[in-house]
């Protein structure tokens, strides 16, 4: 029987970090929409939302964002 793999629901609330450690592949993604403090101290507690706000993305970047991330998590590249 294959195994379900259960794929996390990424969100504006998630946090930055977490994300990358998570799925190392994302780091490209949030970088694609200008994100590029996956390194910095700051994605360890900000949220999708508060980075992208700080790079001065749009609520519609921000959500276009969080769909490409959703769809890559699921689909692959």
Known sequence: MPENK???KITKD???AQLVFKYP?????????GLHCVGCF?????T?????KVHG???????EMIGRINEVLEFGE
């Open 57 to 63: 993305l749009s609520d519609e970047e921000i959500e």
């Open 42 to 46: 700051a994605s360890s507690f900000d």
């Open 14 to 16: 998630s946090n930055i």
């Open 6 to 8: 259960k794929i996390d």
């Open 48 to 52: 999708i939302e508060q980075g992208a």
């Open 25 to 33: 592949a994302m780091e490209e993604v949030l970088m694609d929409y």
